[in-house]
């Protein structure tokens, strides 16, 4: 979209940093294994202990097959960000749906965000794209309209070209893909019993190497009741952005999960308002750096 009547047009920063925000909101900054590292786990799931293989194969099938959860989640990459989430996702084989609000604590990121209104942000998550819905300050830069609409095929027009991959993390990001880690994992392995909530839980911990998004390893613990469902995860990394945590929690599995999309006259698709970005945050005439 470009600025009409004298509006200036959102920047590419806030939109770029809504997208980032949608992704860190479901995984960490590696969310999966890259494409070697998914062959490695197929080779060395035999070296754990066979009861901690099957306790994992057992909630990963339990968990993708329950298809949606409550969720409330931490999130913090060194002093990038740090925000939590909280809402309902369900998920198939390739793709997330669901509402989310997302509630910025602190960091760079954050502060980028406040700057446009913005303390908080609802995500929807719908099998085509996710809506991300911005402040007061951004939709008058916008043209009024609070929603911005993200084709997942059309994240690579932002994040320098990494888009993409955002995208595909954004729609993989479902509960069992924790379990995918683990099982990829050649040191797993039980680390005790814990009541997480109240519920009695089998703790299991494992590291991951080789990932993708630059991170060469990470922590991965998970804590399975007894309907072999996942209750609880943490996730630990060091990326190029800092020390990377993320606790989640999920309760309430098959729960009915609702993500509409929202009315037509208050979206804008995010590759017409980067039509007229022309690189420059919103509101500012200094370049993006």
């Known amino acids: 979209m470009t600025g009409t009547g004298g509006r200036r047009p959102a920047g590419r920063m806030a939109l770029t940093v809504a997208a980032v925000i949608a992704l860190v909101a479901l995984c960490t900054g590696a969310c999966g294994p ?47 960000i740090s925000l939590t989430a909280d809402g309902a996702l369900g998920w198939t084989d390739d793709e997330v749906t669901g509402t989310l609000t997302l ?27 996710y809506y991300a819905r911005m402040g ?16 997942y095929e059309d994240l690579d027009d932002l994040a320098g070209g990494t888009g993409a991959e955002l995208g595909d993390q954004i729609r993989a990001a479902t509960p069992d893909r924790s379990l995918d880690l683990l099982l990829a994992s050649d040191d797993v392995r039980k680390a005790g019993e814990e009541r997480v909530r109240g519920r009695l839980t089998t703790h299991y911990s494992g590291t991951v190497r080789d990932l993708a998004a630059g991170v060469t390893a990470q922590t991965v613990e998970v804590w399975i009741d007894d309907r072999d469902l996942l209750v609880k995860k943490v996730e630990r990394a060091t990326t190029a952005d800092g020390e990377l945590t993320q606790t989640a929690h999920y309760r309430d ?28 945050p919103a509101g500012t005439d200094r370049p993006v750096g």
């Open 103 to 129: 509630t910025y604590t602190g960091g760079e990121l954050a502060d980028s965000m406040r700057e446009l209104g913005s303390a908080s942000m609802e995500a929807r998550y719908l099998p085509d794209a």
């Open 253 to 280: 599995y098959g729960v009915r999960v609702s993500a509409e999309k929202p009315p037509a006259d208050d979206t804008q698709d995010v590759t017409e308002l980067l039509d007229g970005v022309g690189g420059n």
């Open 136 to 151: 007061d300050a951004f939709a008058a830069r916008a043209g009024g309209r609070h929603w911005v609409r993200y084709a």
């Open 34 to 80: 890259s494409d070697d590292a998914d062959g490695a786990g197929e080779r060395t799931t035999a070296s754990p202990a066979a009861a901690v293989t099957a306790g994992l194969r057992a909630a990963e099938r339990a968990t993708e097959r329950a298809r949606s959860a409550r969720v409330e989640s931490g999130t913090r990459i060194g002093s990038t």
